[in-house]
């Protein structure tokens, strides 16, 4: 139930989306069902990875990436619901800098400044969509900087992803992973950005990944 929410909102939320691309990485088999339902009568690109055994959010990340075209792309863990108007303040952030390499909507997750006040009753859609206006509005053309970040959503450059490399498997899916992202995209000079009008929320109900190209 919350991939299929989480996936119903990526389409009817994001007015640019382009191509798609889900890793599902031993999940059930249900997963797929899902997939096609949502996408059946949608001008997008799709693709459907499955792992029958687990390969870890590493491996999985690396290969949604290796299928992507696109310049811009979005990394997504599969229990995350996006509210309208998400995907837009972010591409425009990547776009303000070149050294702006990643940028990162505020969620209910994530180290802080990204992590912050949550709808009061999470799980429910109209809430969370309200929640998003609402706070939209107090964040107009709001930015800021950070060391680090939650790996559940973010935007990132082909470019920068070729610069600094993927994620390393050796992390599995203990931790870890993001972590080192992050430490490698600093030491190469780039800047990780918060878009704070952006508001997505992570259901922390799956352990399915999966990679959302731009």
Same mark, same amino acid.
């Given at each position: ?13 994001? +007015? $640019? ?5 889900? $890793? ?9 069902? %899902?997939?096609? +339902?949502?996408? /059946? ?7 459907? !990875? ?18 992507? @075209? ?12 996006? @509210?309208? #108007?998400?995907?837009?303040?972010? !591409? ?27 709808? +009061? ?5 109209? %809430?969370?969509? %309200? ?6 509005? +107090? ?17 990132? /450059?082909?470019?920068? !992803?070729?610069?600094?490399? #993927?994620?390393? %498997? /050796? ?6 992973? $993001?972590?080192?992202?992050?430490? /490698? ?30």
């Amino acid at each position: 139930a919350a991939f299929a929410l989480a996936l119903d909102s990526l389409v009817a939320n994001t +007015k $640019v989306l382009l191509e798609l691309i889900v $890793v599902d990485d031993g999940g059930s088999a249900s997963l797929r069902a %899902t997939f096609d +339902k949502a996408v /059946r009568h949608q001008n997008v690109r799709s693709t459907f !990875i499955r792992h029958e055994h687990p390969q870890g959010f590493p491996a999985s990340v690396n290969e949604g990436l290796a299928q992507a @075209t696109a310049q811009n792309i979005v990394i997504m863990n599969g229990d995350v619901v996006v @509210t309208d #108007g998400w995907l837009l303040p972010m !591409i425009a952030l990547l776009q303000v800098n070149p050294n702006i390499g990643v940028v990162c909507p505020m969620s209910n997750v994530g180290p802080r400044p990204q992590r912050g006040a949550r709808p +009061k009753y999470f799980d429910r859609p109209d %809430t969370i969509a %309200t929640f998003a206006d609402q706070r939209r509005a +107090k964040m107009f053309a709001a930015f800021g900087g950070m060391p680090r970040f939650g790996g559940f959503c973010f935007l990132v /450059r082909r470019g920068v !992803i070729s610069d600094v490399g #993927g994620f390393d %498997t /050796r992390y599995g899916d203990v931790g870890g992973d $993001v972590e080192d992202f992050c430490v /490698r995209l600093l030491r190469r000079g780039y800047v990780a950005a918060l878009a704070p009008e952006s508001y997505v929320e992570s259901l922390g109900c799956l352990p399915e990944r999966w990679v959302v190209v731009h």
